[in-house]
């Protein structure tokens, strides 16, 4: 079936290297999508969104680039520090879903000192 | 954050018995969500509602029930909780659907059925 879903279930990173969060989708349709972050015994945290008709965005730190060509999704973190360290989940919002949103399962990013 | 209370935010309770989860906003958002967030599952929707007394269903609504009486409240109601409810629920919230209005989450309720 059809689902938002991560390419790597981890990802282990050196402080101050870049990290890349990657997130494949599968509904061309979908117009709209999200990235939170979630740390232990947290709420997920919204960090970014980016529409279909873009193909980056930047924020503090975090960039997300959309390459509907191939449905991926990536978030890139500049300068990783440990409070980085946390669950990241992508979401899609589907044309017709009536703004609901569909969360990919997620990836552990682990940041070393 | 982002002014939402989920209430309360650890129970544990035994099988057959009613529970009621709360979420409680003070940024007047029109639309609020309850999900369940398991292991290997992600986070799924249970029921979600655009206005005061008007919800729809989720993904995997089964099981449960919910009320909005009030703007700032959002009750999730297991009339006789099982072991398969056993999660932790979390309520979200956002001004709008779609482009531009990101759901923002509270922190949280675990719920343990035995």
């Known amino acids: 079936g059809e689902s938002v879903g991560l390419h790597l279930p981890t990802l282990s990173v050196q402080e101050g290297d870049n990290s890349i969060i990657n997130c494949a989708y599968s509904?061309?349709?979908?117009?709209?999508f999200i990235w939170y972050k979630q740390e232990s015994g947290k709420g997920p945290q919204f960090i970014i969104d980016?529409?279909?008709?873009?193909d980056k965005r930047q924020g503090q730190r975090v960039t997300v680039l959309l390459n509907k060509t191939v449905k991926h999704l990536s978030l890139q973190i500049a300068a990783t520090q440990p409070g980085d360290s946390a669950v990241y989940f992508c979401?899609?919002?589907?044309?017709?879903?009536?703004?609901?949103?569909?969360f990919g399962k997620g990836t552990k990013l682990s940041v070393k000192p | 954050d982002a002014g939402i209370t989920q209430s309360p935010r650890h129970k544990v309770t035994e099988t057959g018995t009613p529970v009621t989860l709360r979420c409680h906003q003070t940024e007047n958002h029109r639309y609020m969500y309850w999900y369940r967030q398991d292991p290997g599952h992600g986070l799924r929707l249970i029921h979600y509602?655009?206005?005061?007394?008007?919800?729809d269903k989720g993904e995997v609504s089964d099981g449960y029930s919910v009320s909005r009486s009030k703007t700032e409240d959002f009750l999730l109601t297991l009339e006789s909780a099982t072991s398969s409810q056993t999660s932790v629920y979390f309520c979200a919230i956002s001004q709008g659907q779609g482009l531009g209005q990101p759901q923002h989450f509270g922190d949280g309720t675990r719920l343990s059925i035995l």
């Open positions: 980016i529409r279909s008709n873009m």
């Open positions: 509904n061309s349709a979908s117009d709209y």
């Open positions: 979401a899609e919002n589907r044309v017709g879903s009536q703004g609901n949103l569909i």
């Open positions: 509602s655009y206005g005061v007394k008007d919800t």
